[in-house]
């Protein structure tokens, strides 16, 4: 009977351990800096194809960003800034950038002239099209931008993703 009672604990801290496993496997992956891989050659040549349909028109076909973009506009917004080494994407961590383009970004709580591509792009996509532009920056930003993925705590991730 206790024998019994026993194996029955085993089983349900067994299951507890495989449900917490699974919860906490995504943000293991954002540690392992796996989210914007690019060394995935699909997810880079994906990416490109939504950078051009859906960024390019703000950030420049090559992207270089709007002119003066480090000036705030007649509309007393700052215009769209180079996705390059030239830009300052690659300060951010993974995270970071993924709520930009899916949420939008905003200043003061006031929207600024990023939009938001949750209603129109998938997270794959969101994924893809910022492991585009991870794949363009520098192997010496890349670094730093890895650094401060390693100081950053992980943000909400988005789960079913890539
Ligand atoms: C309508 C113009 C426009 C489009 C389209 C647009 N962006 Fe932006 N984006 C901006 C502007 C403007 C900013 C700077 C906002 C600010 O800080 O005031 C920005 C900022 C960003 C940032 C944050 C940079 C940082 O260092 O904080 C990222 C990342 C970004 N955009 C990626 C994208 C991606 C990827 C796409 C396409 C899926 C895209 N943007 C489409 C205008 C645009």
New binding site residues.
């Given amino acids: 009977m206790r024998k019994h009672k026993s194996f029955f604990w085993q089983m349900v801290w067994g299951a507890m351990i495989l449900i917490a496993a699974f919860i906490f496997w995504p943000i293991e992956t954002d540690n392992n800096f796996n989210r914007l891989d690019i060394s995935d050659k699909q997810l880079v040549f994906n990416g490109k194809k939504?950078?051009s349909a859906?960024?390019a028109?703000?950030?420049g076909v090559n992207l270089e960003g709007q002119a003066n973009w480090e000036q705030k506009g007649a509309d007393g917004?700052?215009?769209?800034?180079p996705?390059t080494d030239a830009?300052?994407?690659w300060?951010?961590p993974d995270q970071y950038?993924i709520d930009?383009?899916k949420n939008g970004?905003f200043?003061n709580g006031k929207p600024?002239?990023?939009?938001a591509?949750a209603e129109s792009?998938t997270d794959a996509e969101i994924i893809s099209?910022?492991t585009y532009?991870k794949s363009k920056w520098s192997a010496e930003k890349r670094a730093i931008q890895r650094k401060t993925q390693e100081d950053s705590l992980p943000g909400p991730a988005i789960y079913g993703a890539g």
């Fill in positions: 939504i950078y859906n960024c028109s703000c950030h917004l700052y215009p769209a800034p996705q830009g300052h994407s300060r951010h950038l930009a383009v970004q200043e600024t002239n990023m939009p591509f792009l099209v910022l532009i």
